[in-house]
């Protein structure tokens, strides 16, 4: 068996509980290696900023407010669910989660009820953060689930806060009656977080991963992955120092936006500056207003940036590194082109700017692989080399090691690799092996310097714009439709918005149903059922009858490849 391992050599890890690790009080004046008064987060809209010390003091307020409210009484490892877009009170309802020993799970903003009622239930939660805007989803939600107006009880609205740069607005209506974040900070605070002995391999993060094959998943992410994870990024890229400010588009509940721009930073002490949703002019403005250094993207954004007037219009010279990751990044010329006609804009601004690309998962804490930043020239298209502690395989179809240059399944081991996934044995079993192999469902080729590019997925998953959409999921719901008999769904990949989109194939119930209508008909109907990233942008085709191995699997491999000549 051929193992390859980091080139880095290893890191020491810590055996700490999250809040401690990231938002500990290591000595007087400091909140875990940097000073308290340093600026933790920025709202980018209104410039309103939290300090690293007042983070920690409005957690443990939280934490205490939480585990002394009357009605909510939440206890250590409770699950908080937070559904709520990039907000200053985002990474203060998770820290004052994890102070009181809660664990947290974070759901897509743009969650329909349906798919948040999944969630809920799945993670066991009992609290739920949210804003004003998201208070309907989240009721028809709990409607949904049984627990009608009881959930209300369940509830913390945490927006419309001065000091985190929200209007001075009173409830509305709606949410009268609700507990409210401002609550719960005025009822005390915690003196210092719990310290429970020997959490290091407890769960303490849930975000949701459909893994090889089927639904959403809950990930159970601990506290030893999430600050090894941390301690790897820190030790082992180049470009980062606390002197940099990182501008946060990537949506704050995924676990690439969480760990690099709320956790990581907080290791590294550099200043973030949330914004809401990524907007190319917002983007170009606030590198500007803020003095970024460093943002994290997904392929599509590059696309815009490439394209986008404003891109000329701002002083964007403090830009050093643009990170890519979730999705694939120039594995053919047409994107390696386009990578550097972004660079080449934004250099025009008198500093070069290198756009790099980094490797992972959910199930793996994310990050797994990255290219350096000296190396951003010479390896474009790569996913990067493994980050330190790793370990890989690359596997061929028939289970043996893949030939030196040919591809492989990419196996991943290491501190980093999640624990399993939540109340699913054999689903965990299905993707780790008994020496601790996680199996990725990506292939890959590898370079004798160790630089890795991704050729295939072997995996259903589709990628849209880096949010996972899990065929299983849509075609369990398009089974839902009178209308249609069988159902398979695939990705197509779109050059023009550099992502893949989602395609379904469907047999209609009615034979003499008129194809056009049908498929126009049902992509609405999906698109009133699911959130945006699913809907069927690829489109529908109705055909006589999805292709089927014996055993009954869809020949997704067919259907793609049908795709790719339509
Ligand atoms: P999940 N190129 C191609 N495919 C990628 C890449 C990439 N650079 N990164 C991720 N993927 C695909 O759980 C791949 O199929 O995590 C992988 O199995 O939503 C799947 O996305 C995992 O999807 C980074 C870079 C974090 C990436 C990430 C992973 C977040 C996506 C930090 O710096």
């Given at each position: ?8 050599s ?8 999250v ?11 400091y ?17 309103a ?31 908080a ?14 820290f ?14 743009a969650?329909?009820?349906r ?5 809920y ?7 739920v ?11 028809d ?27 001075n ?7 009268a ?10 009822m ?38 999430l ?58 403005r ?13 392929p ?6 490439a ?18 990751g ?16 972004v ?13 790099i690309?980094?490797y ?44 030196e240059?040919?591809?492989?399944e990419?196996w ?51 990628k849209y714009?880096?949010f996972?959409?899990p ?17 398979a ?24 149903a ?45 259907l793609r ?6």
């Amino acid at each position: 068996v051929k193992i390859y391992s980091s080139t880095f050599s290893n890191v020491p890890l810590v055996n700490r509980g999250v809040f401690s690790y990231f938002l500990g009080a290591s000595r007087p004046g400091y909140v875990g290696e940097h000073p308290a008064n340093w600026p933790a987060f920025t709202d980018a809209a209104s410039g309103a900023t939290i300090t690293r010390g007042h983070l920690r003091a409005l957690s443990l307020q939280l934490g205490h407010g939480l585990t002394h409210h009357a009605t909510l009484r939440a206890s250590r490892n409770d699950t908080a669910l937070i559904f709520a877009p990039n907000i200053l009170q985002f990474p203060l309802a998770m820290f004052g989660s994890w102070a009181a020993g809660l664990r947290v799970t974070l759901a897509n903003s743009a969650y329909n009820a349906r798919e948040l009622a999944h969630q809920y239930t799945n993670s066991g939660a009992s609290l739920v953060y949210t804003t004003e805007d998201h208070l309907q989803t989240v009721r028809d939600m709990f409607t949904a689930v049984g627990l009608g107006a009881e959930g209300d009880k369940r509830i913390i609205i945490i927006d419309g806060l001065r000091w985190a740069g929200g209007a001075n607005v009173p409830p509305s209506v709606a949410s009268a009656g609700l507990v409210r974040l401002e609550d719960l900070l005025s009822m005390g605070a915690m003196e210092s977080e719990e310290i429970f002995e020997g959490q290091g391999n407890e769960t303490t993060l849930l975000c949701y991963s459909s893994g090889t094959t089927g639904k959403p998943k809950g990930v159970e992410t601990t506290h030893h992955n999430l600050t090894s994870m941390a301690e790897i990024l820190q030790h082992s890229w180049d470009a980062p120092t606390s002197r940099e400010v990182m501008l946060a588009i990537l949506p704050c509940y995924h676990i690439y936006g969480c760990v690099m721009q709320l956790l990581w930073t907080l290791r590294a002490g550099i200043k973030v500056v949330l914004q809401a949703r990524f907007e190319p002019e917002a983007w170009c403005r606030n590198i500007q207003t803020y003095a970024v250094s460093l943002s994290l993207v997904v392929p599509p954004v590059l696309v815009h940036l490439a394209r986008h007037p404003a891109v000329e219009k701002y002083d964007m010279k403090t830009l050093k590194v643009m990170v890519s990751g979730a999705a694939p990044l120039g594995p053919d010329l047409t994107r390696q082109a386009l990578s550097i006609r972004v660079a080449a804009r934004l250099a025009s601004f008198g500093t070069h700017v290198a756009i790099i690309q980094g490797y992972g998962l959910t199930e793996t804490s994310p990050v797994a692989m990255m290219v350096p930043t000296k190396s951003a020239e010479s390896a474009l298209g790569s996913i990067g080399v493994l980050l330190p502690n790793l370990q890989s395989r690359l596997v061929a179809d028939d289970g043996l090691d893949a030939k030196e240059g040919e591809p492989g399944e990419i196996w991943i081991r290491g501190p980093t690799v999640m624990k399993g996934y939540l109340k699913n044995a054999s689903a965990t079993a299905g993707c780790i092996n008994s020496e601790g192999w996680f199996q990725t469902g990506d292939i890959a080729v590898r370079t004798n310097e160790g630089f890795y590019y991704i050729v295939d997925r072997k995996k259903e998953l589709i990628k849209y714009k880096g949010f996972q959409v899990p065929p299983a999921e849509l075609e369990a719901l398009l089974l839902n439709n009178p209308d249609v008999a069988d159902a398979a769904v695939v990705g197509v990949y779109d050059d023009a918005q550099a992502t893949e989109l989602p395609r379904a194939y469907i047999v209609a119930a009615n034979p003499s149903a008129k194809k056009a209508q049908l498929a126009r008909d049902v992509i609405a109907w999906t698109k009133a059922r699911v959130a945006s990233h699913k809907q069927l942008r690829g489109g529908v085709a109705v055909i006589d009858v999805i292709p089927k191995s014996a055993a009954g699997k869809i020949l997704r491999k067919d259907l793609r490849e049908r795709a790719k000549v339509e």
